[in-house]
């Protein structure tokens, strides 16, 4: 019913910066929030950051004032600017939309690996 496709994810250096995008094939609008999560080799999935269709903005502490989520909602994308990367940061992060439809969708995940 939804589709995610996240791309931009790769390998960079600690202290670089990398912007992922998640591209839905529904208007953003008609899905409340929008969301970015990650999960780390060994460790549970964490939410990273939201962003509702009003533009209200959240962020878990250990990315806040580094990363930044925003929407370009004429191309129904969502982005994630990831500025002063750390090896901590390193996981497969996944875009979330939901609820629409009385459901969640996941896109399918992008690698990023911080190290030198």
């Known amino acids: 019913q939804v589709q995610l496709v996240e791309s931009g994810g790769g390998l960079v250096q600690p202290g670089g910066s990398l912007r992922l995008s998640c591209a839905a094939s529904?208007?953003?609008?008609?899905?409340?929030?929008m969301a970015w999560h990650r999960q780390a080799p060994g460790k549970q999935r964490e939410l990273v950051a939201t962003?509702?269709?009003?533009?209200?903005?959240n962020y878990a502490d250990s990315v806040k004032g580094r990363f930044t989520i925003s929407r370009d909602n004429a191309k129904n994308t969502v982005n994630l600017q990831m500025n002063s990367l750390k090896p901590e940061d390193t996981a497969v992060y996944y875009c979330?939309?939901?609820?629409?439809?009385?459901?969640?969708?996941w896109g399918q995940g992008t690698q990023v690996t911080v190290s030198s």
């Open positions: 962003i509702t269709n009003g533009g209200s903005t």
């Open positions: 529904v208007s953003i609008f008609s899905i409340y929030v």
């Open positions: 979330h939309a939901g609820p629409y439809g009385l459901k969640n969708y």
